[in-house]
């Protein structure tokens, strides 16, 4: 741990714009201030300042260096600062990605919602179907739906589960009839998700295997959820759709569901963001707040 006393040094010396004028600022001698570069210097085997008998520049390597330092003395201060007010404060912009039917619908309100409680806060939310690099993209927070891939550079929290059904229009019922089982979804048309033969396949739990496959048949394939849900409500064929996104039309009678004694498919929702030893406030409210009211939407 003794290594990191020289960070702080080193910080303040790019800041102070010299030797000199670090020394006076922190009540050290230029000598000193110069060994402590000397000495990050040997330990990490580049240099960091172009030297002259007047000015110390900081190298390509030193700036490198610099702009990672600065955001751990960044953290020290910004901690030091909450401790010292007797609050862990919930301020600054926060940048949160997220899909964008299900970032509209059901997380962005949960998150707009925290502005009238945090006036110091502010959100910028990004709609996309993307998978963002977080740190890359400058995101604190990211929603994302279904598996994970193992990264070990971010860290997850599930916050809710999420279900799919099967749905139709009460005219497409009357006039084709409803599945009874499984084995009728063939039978009937179905609007499938997708652009690629592989997107076609409805899959639910099975007790005799993992997963019980099952192939609709389909004229109509798109590659977006709203498409799929209006497409629905006008009587074009069953469609496999979340809980969430057809609730109001199953309550004002433009879709049913059907197969309801079949059991569904459930996946996860998890909250994402860059693997750190310390969690920003704003963060970690923005977690739990999403974990304790996303999963009442998702019945």
């Keep these: 741990m003794e290594q990191l006393r020289d960070i702080p040094v080193f910080v303040e010396t790019v800041e102070a714009g010299g030797f000199s004028a670090a020394a006076k600022k922190l009540n050290l001698t230029r000598s000193a201030i110069g060994k402590t570069v000397a000495r990050l210097e040997e330990r990490l085997g580049v240099r960091l300042f172009h030297r002259t008998t007047r000015s110390q520049n900081l190298t390509e390597e030193g700036r490198f260096f ?60 990004s709609f996309s179907d993307r998978v963002a690099d977080l740190p890359g993209d400058g995101f604190d927070l990211a929603v994302r739906n279904g598996r994970l891939k193992d990264d070990a550079e971010i860290m997850a929290r599930r916050i809710a589960f999420q279900r799919l059904t099967v749905c139709a229009s009460p005219d497409y019922l009357e006039k084709r009839g409803e599945p009874q089982n499984l084995e009728d979804i063939p039978r009937h048309e179905g609007i499938v998700y997708g ?17 019980r496959v099952v192939l609709p048949r389909s004229r109509l394939r798109l590659d977006d959820l709203d498409a799929i849900l209006e497409a629905a409500c006008n009587g074009h064929g ?46 970690r409210l923005a977690i739990d707040t999403l974990a304790s009211e996303l999963p009442d939407l998702m019945e």
């Design 238 to 283: 069953l469609a496999w759709l979340p809980c969430w996104m057809i609730r109001g039309h199953v309550a004002s009678g433009r879709l049913r569901q059907v197969l309801t004694s079949v059991p569904s498919v459930t996946f996860e929702t998890h909250a994402v963001w860059p693997k750190s030893p310390v969690m920003l406030p704003k963060v």
């Design 195 to 211: 652009k690629r033969e592989s997107h076609d396949t409805w899959v639910f739990p099975s007790p005799e295997d993992p997963w």
């Design 66 to 125: 610099y702009e990672r330092c600065l955001r751990a003395v960044e953290e020290i201060r910004l901690g030091e600062a909450e401790l010292e007010s007797g609050r862990r404060a919930v301020r600054g912009k926060l940048r949160v990605t997220m899909p964008v039917i299900f970032g509209r619908r059901c997380v962005a309100p949960i998150l707009i919602g925290l502005l009238d409680k945090h006036p110091d806060l502010e959100l910028d939310l």
